[in-house]
């Protein structure tokens, strides 16, 4: 990060400390306006964009010629023809229906939406029912937050991962 995450400023600092340089990685969207104040700034940034850029340096107090501007490194992926897979490939992995389309619903963090659930079934009920004016089918692609949330709430984890295991049992019934 910018050095707003705690253990990230106690490497900057270390870093600093033994005359290292340090570089901050941006690595989502919004973490340059909704993370406040860096605890111990990093000699660099490595932003998505200009947009990112400019909220580095008036938000951060980063110097502009050490702000540095190279895409979201960690979606690179996405963008190799190597790891593109077609759509029937795609939908055999996961028990899709190539024919059908396709609509993605991709979760919020359930630390501060409780609802993914809900979503899923409302989303299911319609894709089954016809609503959207043709016969779809709903893929649920939940949040990385999800992983650290079975740890953090055990309790809360396991009753929304049965609350999406009885959806896809109702919707394959159906």
């Excluded at 009920?125 to 999800?146: E, K, T």
Aim: hydrophobic share 40%.
């Amino acid at each position: 990060s910018l050095g707003y995450f705690d253990v990230d400023a106690y490497l900057v600092r270390s870093a600093r400390r033994h005359k290292v340089t340090s570089v901050g990685i941006v690595v989502n969207w919004d973490n340059t306006t909704n993370k406040g104040m860096a605890l111990a700034r990093p000699d660099y940034a490595i932003v998505w964009g200009e947009k990112m850029r400019r909220e580095s340096i008036l938000h951060h107090d980063m110097a502009p010629e050490r702000v540095l501007t190279a895409g979201a490194a960690h979606y690179d992926g996405y963008c190799r023809p190597e790891t593109f897979i077609d759509r029937s490939e795609f939908c055999r992995s996961r028990g899709l229906d190539p024919a059908k389309p396709i609509i993605l619903y991709a979760a919020m963090s359930p630390r501060r939406y409780p609802y993914n659930p809900r979503v899923t079934e409302i989303l299911a009920r319609a894709a089954g029912d016809g609503s959207f004016g043709m016969a779809a089918q709903v893929l649920v692609r939940l949040h990385p937050i999800y992983l650290g949330f079975r740890s953090e709430r055990p309790a809360d984890w396991a009753r929304e991962m049965q609350a999406f295991d009885d959806i896809r049992a109702r919707r394959r019934r159906a």
